[in-house]
Nanobody, 122 residues
């Protein structure tokens, strides 16, 4: 069982930055692929990006490439989502998730945090 807790969300102006953190419980954190998803009101949950267990490989959706960076610190059981050059369309509830496969669908992940709200004003 893995418990995930996100933090770092907030209100920011367009062009600004935020760093989300996701702290995980358990001793097997490094064996999980960690994903970030987001869900805007009235929309489906959307894959944002993921990072491999060893932190070497990352993947992002096109709309955030060059602006968002995922990293992890396995010694601290924490994964991060650095978001730069934020846009109003990035406004959503952001979730971290843990899974055993390198998927992009919500069903590919086994454990989820409660989400942290990111609001970008224009």
């Amino acid at each position: 069982q893995v418990q995930l807790v996100e933090s770092g969300g907030g209100l920011v102006q367009a062009g600004g930055s935020l760093r989300l953190s996701c702290a995980a419980s358990g001793r097997t954190f490094s064996t999980y692929v960690m994903g970030w998803f987001r869900q805007a009101p009235g929309k489906e949950r959307e894959f944002v990006g993921r990072i491999s267990g060893d932190g070497v490989y990352t993947r992002y959706i096109d709309s955030v490439k060059g602006r968002f960076t995922i990293s992890r610190d396995n010694a601290k059981n924490t994964v991060y989502l650095q978001m730069n050059s934020l846009k109003p369309e990035d406004t959503a509830l952001y979730y971290c998730a843990a899974g055993r496969i390198t998927g992009i669908l919500p069903g590919d992940y086994d454990y989820w945090g409660q989400g942290t709200q990111v609001t970008v004003s224009s």
